[in-house]
């Protein structure tokens, strides 16, 4: 009987090891992937129309990176912030 107590102790302990390994794996790979917006989502997370962000990206103005994804256009959430803080001058916006 006590073999089977220490047996079913060591078989709990290494599923709680592997789980917790796992969790962190999963963590690690849903906080590496970066948020991906789309042109309408981005417009109103900047304050602008689609439109003016569609001719930023076909025109490369004020370098707005873009990430395309077929024929769509998607944006970090990441690169929109950097974008904004390096437009904002001062503690005002360019």
Known sequence: ???ILIFIG???ADAVAWLSGFL???????????ELLTREQAAEYL???EATLACWAS???YGLRVVRVGRLCRYRKSDLDEWLE?????????
Do not use: D
């Not at 962190?24 to 970066?34: D, G, Y």
């Open 24 to 34: 962190m794996f999963f963590a690690v790979a849903v906080m590496a992937k970066p």
């Open 59 to 61: 025109t490369g103005r």
């Open 86 to 94: 390096s437009r904002t001058q001062n503690g005002e916006a360019r």
């Open 1 to 3: 009987m006590t073999q």
């Open 47 to 49: 304050g602008v129309k």
């Open 10 to 12: 060591w078989l709990a």
